[in-house]
């Protein structure tokens, strides 16, 4: 059964380079490895800050696009407003011009109407009137063909004449 249970010297030797390896780890080993870690720990540190950061930029960028999409739609809004009150004005001045314009064209129509009926009188008038003389001629040259009747007008013409 010795060879299950280890003998003291075995033990003490055993321990003295424990102890032995455990300062020498201790001095050139623990230090590094620790700094490892440590410089490890804050660098995992790190990236867990950088992406609580990079999560809230990305949230703060989501809530910035939504705020310039809905300024966006909103402009796009005020501008299809904008354009159709502008075409309905449009449409409104022209619907006026072409009022006014055929407003115009209808006076001047019966301004020109009414030039031409006045020079249709004239000349109806003037036809009248020649009408007439030559009427009044013909008869004139039937009745006073002879000398008697030529006389006899003359004679009433100068008792209309004292009269007036």
């Known amino acids: 059964m010795d060879l299950l249970s280890p003998g003291s010297g075995l033990i003490v030797w055993q321990f003295v380079i ?12 623990w230090k590094p490895i620790l ?3 440590k410089e490890r720990e804050e660098s995992i540190q790190s990236a867990l800050d ?5 999560k809230a930029e990305m949230a703060s ?21 904008e354009a159709r009150e502008a075409a309905n004005r449009l449409h409104d001045e022209a619907q ?15 301004a020109i109407i ?3 009926k006045q020079a249709a009188l004239r000349d109806v008038k003037a036809q ?13 040259k039937k009745n006073l063909s002879d000398d008697k009747q030529q006389k006899d007008l003359i004679d009433t013409y100068i008792k209309d004449l004292k009269l007036n």
Not at 50 to 54: D, L, Q, R, T, Y
């Open 35 to 37: 700094a490892s870690l």
């Open 114 to 116: 009414h030039t031409e």
């Open 96 to 110: 006026t011009s072409a009022k006014k314009n055929a407003d115009r064209i209808i006076e001047d129509a019966k």
């Open 50 to 54: 950088s992406a609580e950061k990079a």
């Open 128 to 140: 009248v009137a020649l009408f007439s003389l030559e009427i009044s001629e013909k008869f004139m």
């Open 61 to 81: 960028l989501k809530s910035d696009n939504e705020k310039l999409l809905k300024e966006a739609r909103e402009e796009r809004d005020r501008i299809l407003r």
């Open 18 to 29: 424990f102890v032995g390896l455990f300062f020498l780890l201790k001095a050139y080993a």
